[in-house]
């Protein structure tokens, strides 16, 4: 069974930063796409960046200049660096995996549960 585990969170000053890391695990031969999802309390979850495999990135306006999305493709890993951190950065982010590939089944989408991102001062 393939498995998403983020870690990372915490709380934060506005202006500072966090590194999220989600790790994939489960006997995966691939990954297409990696990405980050959040959820404000209140509000709908949102894409925050997605990778693809072959390294093509994509940002949702409000974070573009100040997160930066990374894979680990050998390690099936990937990587969510925030910085110029800002209250309405707040949100539970959840890491999520498209089209994986194992040795034992095809998931069309993983989600992770989720590491919790408090800015604050």
């Known amino acids: 069974q393939v498995q998403l585990v983020e870690s990372g969170g915490g709380l934060v000053q506005p202006g500072g930063s966090l590194r999220l890391s989600c790790i994939a695990s489960?006997?995966?031969?691939?990954?297409?796409?990696m990405a980050w999802y959040r959820q404000a309390p209140g509000k709908q979850r949102e894409l925050v960046s997605v990778?693809?495999?072959?390294?093509?990135?994509n940002y949702a306006e409000s974070v573009k200049g100040r997160f930066t999305i990374s894979r680990d493709n050998a390690k099936n890993t990937v990587y969510l660096q925030m910085n110029s951190l800002k209250p309405e950065d707040t949100a539970v982010y959840y890491c999520?995996?498209?089209?994986?590939?194992?040795?034992?089944?095809?998931?069309?989408?993983?989600w992770g549960r989720g590491t919790l991102v408090t800015v604050s001062s």
């Open positions: 999520n995996a498209k089209n994986v590939r194992s040795s034992l089944h095809r998931y069309l989408e993983v």
């Open positions: 489960g006997s995966i031969f691939s990954i297409d796409a």
């Open positions: 990778m693809q495999s072959g390294g093509v990135t």
